[in-house]
C-alpha cells in the first residue's frame, strides 16, 4: 500500500506564489508517474503536470511557463512549484502516484487564489 500526505497549499493573493509537496511512504514500485491533479468547485478533476520516475514532465497548457513540477532525489517526495498564480487557479490539488496499473491519491490540500 501507498500513502501520499500533501502539504503546502493555502491562500495567496494573485502573481503570488506557493509549492506543493506530496510524500510518498509504502511499497513504492518503478517505474512510476508522480502528478499534480486539481478539481474546482464544479468543475472535473483535471491533471496538472506530471513527473516519471525518469524525469519526463508533462504540464497542461493553463499552467506551462508558470509552474514546474519536481521529484527529490529519492523520487518518493514530488514538488509543485506555482508562480504567477491567478484567481483561476484555486481548485482542491490532489497528489497522484501510478505505478503497475494501479493509482494512488492523496487527501488533497486547498488553494485560494484571491485579493
Known amino acids: 500500500q501507498v500513502q501520499l500526505v500533501e502539504s503546502g497549499g493555502g491562500l495567496v493573493q494573485p502573481g503570488g506564489s506557493l509549492t506543493l509537496s506530496c510524500a510518498a511512504s509504502?511499497?513504492?514500485?518503478?517505474?512510476?508517474?508522480m502528478a499534480w491533479y486539481r478539481q474546482a468547485p464544479g468543475n472535473q478533476r483535471e491533471l496538472v503536470a506530471s513527473i516519471t520516475s525518469s524525469a519526463r514532465t508533462n504540464y497542461a497548457e493553463p499552467v506551462k511557463g508558470r509552474f514546474t513540477i519536481y521529484r527529490d532525489y529519492t523520487k518518493t517526495t514530488v514538488y509543485l512549484q506555482m508562480n504567477s498564480l491567478k484567481p483561476e487557479d484555486t481548485a482542491v490539488y490532489f497528489c497522484y502516484l501510478g505505478a503497475w496499473g494501479v493509482d494512488y491519491w492523496g487527501q488533497g490540500t486547498q488553494v485560494t487564489v484571491s485579493s
Open positions: 509504502g511499497s513504492i514500485f518503478s517505474p512510476n508517474t
